[in-house]
């Protein structure tokens, strides 16, 4: 089975950074457009982010962009997302999977809590 383990995830002040980490097992990321989504408390969870195998440029959400930047390492099947200029609304838990079909099991994902 395809299984996608987030960590990176925890408890920051406004304004400062945190950095996720999304390791795969069992499927190669290669080939493969992926993304990390979020689930905030109350609401269904969303894209923030995808990129692109093909090389289309990286798509934020307009909240993220200028913020946040994912990437990639396809040699360790890991892919990341840079958050800085952390603001309280971006207080959810993080996943990733590839886009726009999730082709992993989806991951238990990575709490992240910004406090004001």
């Known amino acids: 089975q395809a299984h996608l383990v987030e960590s990176g995830g925890g408890l920051v002040q406004a304004g400062g950074s945190l950095r996720l980490s999304c390791a795969a097992s069992g499927r190669t990321f290669s080939g493969s457009d992926m993304a990390w989504f979020r689930r905030a408390p109350g609401e269904e969870r969303g894209l923030v982010a995808r990129d692109s195998w093909s090389g289309r440029p990286t798509y934020y959400i307009d909240d993220v962009k200028g913020r946040f930047t994912m990437s990639r390492d396809n040699a360790k099947n890991t892919m990341y997302l840079q958050m800085n200029s952390l603001q309280p609304n971006d207080t959810a838990v993080y996943y990733c999977?590839?886009?726009?079909?999730?082709?992993?099991?989806w991951g238990q994902g990575t709490q992240v809590t910004v406090s004001s």
């Open positions: 999977n590839t886009h726009p079909v999730p082709r992993f099991n």
